[in-house]
């Protein structure tokens, strides 16, 4: 019993210090190159942050649960919690350009390693497993989901310094609520889900 009780209290330790507020310090160094800091809600440095593992810091002023990243292991942007520890993998909402998704309504998108696109809010809790090859952000509690998607690329991708942005297309469009539940599915074009659940993009 003694045992189960501390097994208790480390948890409750551990993940009270996992949910911790903090934001991200910027110091520039030579060469264009920057070293990132872990600062705590009472301004201390707790933690640099070990630069041969990131590119660009994606991150406001304020003191958040996650902080996101760009990674040099190419692994995309990549969510941190003031322990360093990886959340999850963030959403790119541009094609062909760095643009990490952000919170809207609570909830930022995110993705696994087959691409596959869920949800975590804000606490950095995942809410909505991976499992969407297409979604928008929600707006008004329910996001806009595509079934047998592909990319479409603009212009000529083979030519040097040509253009390497992509649309996506999707044979069947729908839509979720906030708990990730398919409410309809089918032939619809996007422009008909938007019209019927009056969906809205907002940046």
Known sequence: MKNYFIAV???????????????IYEEDILNYKSIYHIVNEKGEMVKE??????????????????????MRDESGWCAIDINEKLLFKVYNTSIGEPSPDGLIENKIRIVD?????GFADSSG??????QFEMVTSFHKGK??????????????????GGCHHFSI???QQGYINEKGEILQIGDYSFEEI????KWKELY
């Open 169 to 171: 297309s999707c044979e």
């Open 125 to 130: 809790k995942i809410i909505i497993q991976p």
């Open 9 to 23: 209290i480390l948890f409750m330790f551990a993940f009270a210090n996992a949910q911790k507020k903090f934001k």
């Open 143 to 160: 996001a806009i989901i595509g079934r047998n998607c592909e990319k479409i690329p603009w212009g000529n991708h083979e030519e040097e």
């Open 194 to 197: 938007q019209k019927k659940i």
């Open 113 to 117: 390693d087959q691409n596959k696109i």
């Open 49 to 70: 942050l070990d630069s041969s593992k990131y590119i660009f810091s994606f991150n406001g002023n304020d003191y958040e649960n996650f902080a996101i990243f760009s």
